[in-house]
C-alpha cells in the first residue's frame, strides 16, 4: 500500500499526505473497492461482485467492471466519469484522467455472441490518458504511450506514442522513448497548430 500511495505523490503536485490520498482521491477507493469486487467475481458470486462495483460507482463516480484485470499502482486522477468495460486490462503504472472510457465498439444486438469475448482495450505498462479520452474496442496501447484529452483511439497504439486528435494521430514521429511523466498525457511544445 505504501508504495501505491508512493507512486500517487510522484505522479501529483497536488497530493499532500498519504493520509490527505487515503482519505480524499476518489481513484484509490474505486481501485480499493475493484479488488474487492474482483475478489468475488473470481469466485464466481457474480451479484455480490457487481453490488461492490456499483456501490463503488455511487461513492466514487468511476465505474469499474468486476471483470477488469488492473496490475500495480493504477491512479484515476479525478476520477469522476471514468468508465472502465468488463474486458479491459490495465498493466502497471498507469494513469487515467477523469471522463476516459476503456470501452467497447460492438453493438447491444446479437450480445450472447460477445460473451467472453475481448472488446475492450489493454493498457500497457506507463501508459497516461488524459481526460475525457476515448479508448475503444479490443486494442493495445503500448507502453510509455500518452493519449491526449478526448482523443478518440480505436486502433492499436505503438509503445512510447503521443496520441492526439479524432481520430487520434501519433505526433511523436520519432518514437523516442520518453517515460517522464506528462499530466495529461502530452506535452504542449508538442502540438502544432
Known amino acids: ?12 503536485p497536488a497530493a499532500k499526505s498519504k493520509l490527505s490520498i487515503i482519505l480524499t482521491y476518489p481513484g484509490v477507493k474505486a481501485v480499493f473497492f475493484h479488488r474487492i469486487a474482483n475478489f468475488f467475481c473470481v ?16 461513492l466514487t463516480g468511476i465505474e469499474i467492471h468486476p471483470k477488469a484485470k488492473i496490475g500495480k499502482n493504477l491512479f484515476i486522477d479525478h476520477g469522476m466519469g471514468v468508465v472502465i468495460g468488463e474486458t479491459s486490462e490495465i498493466k502497471n503504472n498507469v494513469t487515467i484522467y477523469h471522463m ?11 450480445s450472447n455472441n ?18 475525457g479520452a476515448q479508448v475503444l474496442g479490443p486494442i493495445i496501447v503500448g ?9 478518440v483511439v480505436t486502433k492499436d497504439v505503438p509503445e512510447n506514442a503521443v496520441m492526439i486528435g479524432i481520430p487520434a494521430k501519433n505526433i511523436n514521429i520519432k518514437s523516442e522513448t520518453d517515460i517522464s511523466f506528462k499530466p495529461y498525457g502530452i506535452d504542449h511544445e508538442k502540438i502544432k497548430d
Open 1 to 12: 500500500m505504501g508504495n501505491y500511495l508512493q507512486s500517487i505523490i510522484d505522479r501529483d
Open 43 to 58: 469466485a464466481k458470486f457474480d451479484l455480490i461482485a457487481r453490488i461492490i462495483s456499483q456501490f463503488s460507482r455511487f
Open 100 to 110: 476516459v472510457t476503456l470501452g467497447g465498439i460492438s453493438p447491444s444486438i446479437n
Open 114 to 131: 460477445q460473451r467472453n469475448v475481448k472488446r475492450h482495450p489493454t493498457l500497457e505498462d506507463n501508459v497516461v490518458v488524459g481526460s
Open 143 to 151: 507502453k510509455n504511450a500518452k493519449i491526449g484529452a478526448n482523443a
